[in-house]
């Protein structure tokens, strides 16, 4: 029982060959699975990849990469900021954090998406549009994780800053800020994965451009093969999203003050 | 959630409570200039004028909130006046819609659909997700095979096989639940994995040692050790299967909440769309708060991320 646990014997080699397993057994499926299913239900891998090339070559990939980078960068760099700010405001701030509470609640809660349609209709098509539901999917969780490290800030660090007579704008400067920040590092890294999830349901509804409304236009034609090249792309730049996520906590994390 | 944090000693990990009484007097100082600085805050205290001073405290926020909520929902009302078409939607004509919406079948009928069809995936997935997260948490060599794809689908937006698994299920409701079932199946399995990943090898050695069964080991141990992962792990799916369904509807045009709201606004009855947005709201509230709140309290060291 405990040879099949690993536990024993690790072994650096063993773990490559799990890895390795893992991928060549996924691959194979991959090729068996599309070799012996209908052409518009699933397309082998090297079918997949050869029409990754080719949407590379004609440049309707990249095109839709760079829309779609535009889109989420400027929706998360809006929605960090503007969370980090807010957040700390809250959490310096009882009154105003109590009086607002409720209603950011509901709004993190509330599934986004749905208000894709109203958007729709207030502003219509085109980038802005598009960047507010970026915004809105990933402005709440730095909001959250901001204001949770931000009231965490242990009493005796404004104690003795308060003691120094040290003014607003310092305890800002100096205190808040920097302890906060790792906090709103973890807030980043779930920001950058929900940003993406609003990017590219924003793309399915709102644009002709982009990530998503390739693989809806991909999809009306029936080509398989395009929309899992697409989707391959698409989970690569998630995989890439968090682990830059996962590493700018890992660098802050080191900040944190502990006890 | 952060590995530094799991790490750290138990002093350090003060619950969310002990820290918010430790902070107390310095917030409270915040509210009102002067009460209570530099005295101690101990337990004899909070009566007489202390506790005046909390019943105060309290009636200040909650006029705070209720003027909040107002002042919101006015200048919500004043914008869509002065500024937008008429069939923007505003709190009062949201409100006129009341009577209708809650007197329309087919609302009811949509509203059933996607509520049924959240809980019963969510219900597929916990259950799936429990098993595979619970071997890959204790098996290493199941999880070295099946992290990669877990990582990179819990890393992806999901959404994006939307418009596959329409091709694969069709424009019926079996595709939203199994975008549901997706959705809601990766946050399970990653932290119910992490929870069997984390769990002391000196459990399983004593239980070991007393010759217990394997399948005592599974149920007895390493089920209920990881179960603050697993609620963890449910609460992100609760939101994540919400947004998976309202996706499913909008593209397959399926009966439901989302569509609901998809169809009103296209044909200009805003405000209809956006009281099946407040209950929408109302549902994923009703489901997340009083669970997160379970979380928070029951488990203080567990923090979802």
Known sequence: ????????????????????????????????????????????????????????????????????????????????????????????????????????VALYATPMVALIPFLLALIGFGFWPKVIVVFLF?????????????????????????????????????????????????????????????????????????????????SEQFDTSAMLAVTLVITLVGVILMAMGRAFERQFARWRVTS | ????????????????????????????????????????????????????????????????????????????????????????????????????????????????????????????????????????????DVDRALRLYVDSFYAMPLVALVPLLTVWFGYTPLARLAVVVIEALLPVIFSVAEGGRSLSAEFTDVARAYRAPWWRIWAGIVLPASLPYLLGGIDLAIGRALVGAVVAEFIASLNGLGYYILFNVRSFQEDRAMLAMVLLVAFALAVRVPFSMFVRRELPWYRAG
């Open chain 1, 1 to 104: 029982m405990t040879g099949w646990r690993a536990r024993v014997a690790p072994g650096r080699w063993r773990a490559l060959l799990g890895y390795a397993v893992g991928i060549a057994v996924g691959a194979a499926a991959w090729q068996l699975i599309g070799l012996h299913s209908a052409n518009f239900v699933f397309a082998p891998l090297t079918t997949t990849l050869s029409s990754l090339g080719s949407l590379i070559s004609d440049g309707s990939l990249p095109s839709a990469l760079a829309s779609s980078f535009s889109v989420y960068v400027t929706g998360a760099a809006v929605a960090i900021v503007a969370g980090a700010a807010i957040g700390m405001l809250f959490a310096r701030r009882a009154l105003l954090r109590k009086a607002f509470e409720p209603y950011l």
């Open chain 2, 1 to 140: 959630m952060s590995a530094a944090d799991r790490n750290l000693p138990a002093a350090a990990r003060t619950s969310p409570d002990a820290r918010r009484a430790q902070r107390l007097p310095v917030m409270r100082r915040g509210i009102a200039p002067g009460r209570g600085a530099g005295r101690p805050s101990g337990l004899e205290e909070a009566s007489g004028a202390e506790a005046e001073a909390a019943r105060r405290e309290r009636t200040q926020v909650f006029l705070a909130r209720v003027a909040t909520g107002i002042g919101i929902l006015v200048l919500w009302q004043v914008c869509a006046a002065a500024l937008a078409p008429g069939y923007i939607a505003r709190p009062l004509g949201v409100l006129g819609q009341v009577p209708t919406v809650f007197g329309d079948q087919s609302f009811w009928s949509a509203a059933g659909s996607t509520v049924l069809a959240v809980v019963e995936g969510l219900i597929i997935a916990i259950v799936f997700g429990t098993v595979i997260g619970l071997v890959m948490g204790r098996v290493r």
């Open chain 1, 138 to 218: 990933s402005f709440f969780p730095v909001e959250f994780a901001t204001q949770r490290g931000a009231q965490s800030i242990a009493p005796e660090l404004l104690d003795v800053a308060r003691a120094f007579r040290t003014s607003e704008n310092q305890i800002w400067r100096h205190v808040v800020i920097p302890y906060t920040l790792p906090y709103l590092m973890t807030g980043v890294r779930q920001a950058l994965a929900r940003g993406l999830v609003g990017m590219i349901s924003a793309e399915f509804f709102l644009s002709a451009g982009g990530l998503g409304s390739l693989l809806i236009t991909q």
